[in-house]
């Protein structure tokens, strides 16, 4: 599947596949030659929507009580972390670092507006 969706991604549309994907965590000079594949699939084509998504928190639920490894807390899945993180931050708001708040506090200064709580 990752084999697959490289291709559709990568090679179908022109942009670049494996080694050749410049990696912008260290090469933040180069344009992003990444491409990207999208796809949508009707589960009613194919089975019981209700029944396909039973199977799929069984699937869940099977995962989630895997034993861990030593040094880990829990079996995370994907999507798991930035939804907790989503609700964190609805809730308690956005982290602002010090250099970052002095900056806005500056601009706000700056514009006469009231800097943030």
């Excluded at 989630?64 to 308690?92: C, F, H, I, W």
């Amino acid at each position: 599947m990752a084999l697959m969706f490289g291709l559709l991604a990568g090679i179908l549309n022109g942009g670049a596949f494996g080694r050749d994907v410049v990696d912008y965590t260290v090469d933040s000079k180069t344009a992003s030659n990444t491409g990207q594949a999208i796809m949508a699939v009707d589960i009613a084509a194919f089975a019981d929507v209700q029944a396909f998504k039973q199977k799929v928190d069984e699937v869940w639920e099977v995962m989630k009580s895997s034993p861990t490894l030593p040094g880990v807390d829990e079996v995370r899945l994907p999507g798991e972390r930035s939804e907790n993180l989503y609700r964190e931050r609805m809730a308690q708001g956005v982290p602002l670092g010090a250099p970052l708040r002095k900056v806005l506090d500056e601009l706000a200064d700056r514009l006469g507006i009231q800097q943030l709580p």
